[in-house]
């Protein structure tokens, strides 16, 4: 075996983030048979997303998509969305009689593979990110105190080399081929590299690396024998883990003040200031946020009655719900404890029953929900009403109590029980205020105005009984924000 020298491997050196992380392979480059490439969010690592049950989906947009707008940088080009989530990972490392594994932050399957892949003289494996270096590179140093990522015998970290984005504005496609590309032009000095694999969550880079590896494999067929090469993206289902709401929420009013700061003090008059708000309290039977698979079941169903809908036309946005009030009007104590207690008559003067039933059925927050607040209904007949133009809602469900909850006092008639929510559709939130009001006042009109079709066996629909409310943002334009700063002067 040729003896390998550190500058051999150059590229590994030049490419990395975290010197710390570093592990020159312990044979030459022209040894070198595969290499692996791991992207790090939500394939390896089940990084934070921004939980869909707290925030707007604009806002969701805003802090994912819209790195224009702003100027702090989005989601993942900021700092504190990853460190909080390295902390809660760190603590369970620290602890190690906890009851959660620190493995729920980590694609357990592709470790093992990283672990075997470590063994293998001959395999070159790396961690490539489009997090970029200067924001990232000390809080990834943090990933050498996890045990699990070390080898058993040799203490050694599992992969070769942590590559983060380093001195670019590329995309995060573009700047993962130009590693991938020099990292084969270094070590495939004499043909030796036959084996690429790519491990990747993002559908689109999954599409755009598979074009990739045919076209490095097409150079590869004048050197090398087709036969013996072999270029394979695996796509990997994207793993995420939520943060506390209250972490969430301070992350996101930091990310909001520094780009009001950094507007201001650079005179970016175009851009808007942003601030966040809640919107009005709604109050109700909630459908979990995890409805998708029966609300599929359920259109699956109806397919075959109505074939104009697409699916996705059908299916909902969270927060989905029975409504027992209308939206923005705070539900009384009497009545939270009434539902709560299945209308005991002796509850409605217990003062601190009542105070404590509205402080229970708050959303969001974490703790376990209670038992009480649970109620179960069916789905019994839908309202598509996508081609009006008034003030009905998209789509709308009747819904009766089953199981448990049948007969338990609901605070509402059971004729007067629809589950409702906003689609894609456009004004689906004022329908939906429009609905609620009518529902108070009017039930009747309901009724006479929208075209039931019956839905035999529909889902069952497992709710709580709480008060919602959901993270949102307002925008002030610059200009204004700057003609009162001038004004204060
Ligand atoms: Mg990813």
């Given at each position: 075996?040729?003896?390998?020298?550190?500058?051999?491997?150059?590229?590994?050196?030049?490419?990395?983030?975290?010197?710390?992380?570093?592990?020159?392979?312990?044979?030459?480059?022209?040894?070198?048979?595969?290499?692996?490439?791991?992207?790090?969010?939500?394939?390896?690592?089940?990084?934070?997303?921004?939980?869909?049950q707290?925030?707007?989906?604009?806002?969701?947009?805003?802090?994912?998509?819209?790195?224009?707008?702003?100027?702090?940088?989005?989601?993942?080009?900021?700092?504190?969305?990853?460190?909080?989530?390295?902390?809660?990972?760190?603590?369970?490392?620290?602890?190690?009689?906890?009851?959660?594994?620190?493995?729920?932050?980590?694609?357990?399957?592709?470790?093992?593979?990283?672990?075997?892949?470590?063994?293998?003289?001959?395999?070159?494996?790396?961690?490539?990110?489009?997090?970029?270096?200067?924001?990232?590179?000390?809080?990834?140093?943090?990933?050498?105190?996890?045990?699990?990522?070390?080898?058993?015998?040799?203490?050694?970290?599992?992969?070769?080399?942590?590559?983060?984005?380093?001195?670019?504005?590329?995309?995060?496609?573009?700047?993962?081929?130009?590693?991938?590309?020099?990292?084969?032009?270094?070590?495939?000095?004499?043909?030796?590299?036959?084996?690429?694999?790519?491990?990747?969550?993002?559908?689109?880079?999954?599409?755009?690396?598979?074009?990739?590896?045919?076209?490095?494999?097409?150079?590869?067929?004048?050197?090398?024998?087709?036969?013996?090469?072999?270029?394979?993206?695996?796509?990997?289902?994207?793993?995420?883990?939520?943060?506390?709401?209250?972490?969430?929420?301070?992350?996101?009013?930091?990310?909001?003040?520094?780009?009001?700061?950094?507007?201001?003090?650079?005179?970016?008059?175009?851009?808007?200031?942003?601030?966040?708000?809640w919107s009005g309290i709604k109050s109700g039977f909630f459908h979990g946020v995890?409805f998708?698979?029966?609300?599929?079941?359920?259109?699956?169903?109806?397919?075959?009655?109505?074939?104009?809908?697409?699916?996705?036309?059908?299916?909902n946005k969270y927060p989905m719900y029975i409504p027992i009030t209308v939206p923005g009007n705070v539900l009384s104590g009497r009545i939270c404890a009434q539902i709560i207690s299945n209308g005991?008559?002796?509850?409605?003067?217990?003062?601190?029953?009542?105070?404590?039933s509205i402080n229970n059925m708050k959303f969001p927050k974490?703790?376990?929900r209670n038992?009480l607040l649970n109620f179960i209904f069916k789905i019994t007949?839908?309202?598509?009403?996508?081609?009006?133009?008034?003030?009905?809602p998209?789509i709308v469900y009747k819904v009766i109590p089953v199981?448990?909850s049948?007969?338990k006092f609901i605070g509402k008639k059971l004729e007067d029980l629809y589950l409702v929510g906003k689609?894609?559709?456009?004004?689906d939130e004022?329908k939906e205020y429009w609905f609620c009001k009518t529902l108070a006042t009017?039930p009747?009109?309901i009724?006479?105005?929208?075209?039931?079709?019956?839905?035999?066996?529909?889902?069952i629909i497992r709710t709580t009984f709480g008060s919602y409310s959901q993270?949102?943002?307002?925008?002030?334009?610059?200009?204004?924000?700057?003609?009162?700063?001038?004004?204060?002067?």
């Amino acid at each position: 075996m040729e003896e390998c020298k550190l500058n051999d491997y150059e590229c590994l050196i030049q490419w990395n983030s975290v010197p710390d992380l570093l592990n020159l392979p312990k044979v030459p480059p022209s040894e070198i048979k595969r290499l692996i490439i791991y992207d790090f969010d939500n394939t390896l690592y089940a990084s934070p997303k921004p939980n869909e049950q707290l925030s707007s989906p604009e806002l969701i947009e805003l802090l994912l998509n819209s790195r224009d707008k702003l100027k702090s940088g989005n989601w993942w080009s900021t700092l504190e969305t990853l460190e909080y989530s390295f902390d809660r990972c760190s603590a369970l490392c620290e602890n190690p009689t906890s009851e959660i594994s620190p493995y729920i932050f980590w694609n357990k399957l592709l470790l093992k593979s990283a672990q075997l892949a470590h063994k293998d003289p001959t395999t070159v494996s790396i961690i490539l990110t489009g997090r970029k270096h200067d924001t990232f590179h000390k809080l990834f140093e943090r990933l050498q105190y996890a045990s699990f990522l070390k080898d058993d015998t040799t203490n050694a970290f599992i992969f070769n080399a942590v590559c983060l984005k380093k001195n670019c504005n590329m995309n995060t496609f573009d700047y993962k081929e130009k590693v991938i590309t020099s990292l084969v032009e270094s070590l495939n000095i004499k043909n030796n590299l036959n084996e690429i694999t790519i491990y990747e969550d993002r559908k689109h880079h999954v599409r755009q690396f598979q074009a990739f590896l045919t076209k490095l494999s097409l150079k590869a067929s004048h050197t090398v024998s087709s036969a013996s090469w072999h270029g394979t993206v695996v796509p990997v289902a994207a793993k995420n883990f939520l943060l506390h709401y209250e972490d969430e929420i301070a992350i996101i009013e930091k990310m909001f003040d520094n780009h009001n700061k950094i507007c201001i003090e650079q005179n970016l008059n175009d851009l808007p200031i942003f601030k966040l708000k809640w919107s009005g309290i709604k109050s109700g039977f909630f459908h979990g946020v995890h409805f998708t698979e029966e609300f599929i079941e359920l259109d699956n169903k109806l397919f075959e009655k109505i074939k104009k809908y697409h699916p996705t036309q059908i299916l909902n946005k969270y927060p989905m719900y029975i409504p027992i009030t209308v939206p923005g009007n705070v539900l009384s104590g009497r009545i939270c404890a009434q539902i709560i207690s299945n209308g005991d008559p002796k509850i409605i003067d217990d003062k601190t029953f009542c105070r404590n039933s509205i402080n229970n059925m708050k959303f969001p927050k974490d703790s376990k929900r209670n038992n009480l607040l649970n109620f179960i209904f069916k789905i019994t007949a839908i309202s598509l009403n996508f081609e009006s133009v008034g003030k009905i809602p998209s789509i709308v469900y009747k819904v009766i109590p089953v199981g448990e909850s049948k007969g338990k006092f609901i605070g509402k008639k059971l004729e007067d029980l629809y589950l409702v929510g906003k689609t894609k559709a456009k004004d689906d939130e004022l329908k939906e205020y429009w609905f609620c009001k009518t529902l108070a006042t009017e039930p009747n009109l309901i009724k006479q105005s929208m075209n039931w079709i019956d839905v035999k066996d529909g889902p069952i629909i497992r709710t709580t009984f709480g008060s919602y409310s959901q993270l949102d943002y307002i925008k002030t334009p610059g200009y204004n924000f700057q003609s009162e700063n001038s004004n204060v002067q």
